[in-house]
């Protein structure tokens, strides 16, 4: 179960079956949190962004495709955010909580899940109505669902090891966090292509 509750203009707050706090979207953003490692995040970002691409390509036809390098995924930074990107397309953005404490977003808390410090957040093109933030948030938890809701610290459970597999054509690891090292690079502002439904100019 998963429930979207009004939070403000433009703003909700995302809940899962037990009232735990979940998630949030913000305008065009739709963030979860939840998870304990960077190898998390980067199985997070990757799940994520292709349920979104998938969902984009399904509702817009011109909705251009891109070829993610899989084993290049890595951290970096724009100035502004950081991201999971294979260093030329940006997946997800990276929130990295304070020890304890509360989420990037100061009005959204973690208490619930006091040891899972990392969100991963998927910006979607600024011509999305706000009606479609619902549905895609819905897509995007029921694709994130085993990783976020697994509460074994140290390795990710075999259940959500099969629903991600997609995301590498291989099985993923435990040291999949060593892999993709970490690498805090200065970037121009990464940001998500925008390309309307009737193929006209970017927002």
Known sequence: MFSVLADGPGRYRLEDGTGADAGWIRGKSIGF??????????????????????????????????DVDWERLRFVSDGAYQWVSDGRIPLARVHRTRHGGTH??????????????????????????????????HALWHALTPLLGQMSSDV???????????????????????????????????????????????A
């Open 33 to 66: 949190h939840g998870l304990r490692n960077e190898a998390e995040v980067i199985v997070a970002a990757s799940a994520g962004w292709r349920t979104l691409q998938s969902v984009l390509h399904r509702e817009y036809a011109a909705w251009p495709r891109q």
């Open 104 to 137: 990037a977003h100061d009005d959204v808390a973690i208490a619930a899940w006091p040891t899972r410090r990392l969100a991963v957040e998927f910006v979607v093109p600024s011509w999305m109505p706000e009606d479609s933030m619902t549905p895609l948030a």
């Open 156 to 202: 990710i459970h075999p259940e959500a090891h099969r629903r991600f597999d997609h995301v590498y054509h291989s099985a993923f690891h435990r040291d999949a966090g060593k892999r993709h090292q970490h690498a805090v690079i200065e970037l121009p502002q990464q940001r998500a292509p925008s390309l309307p439904p009737d193929g006209g100019t970017a």
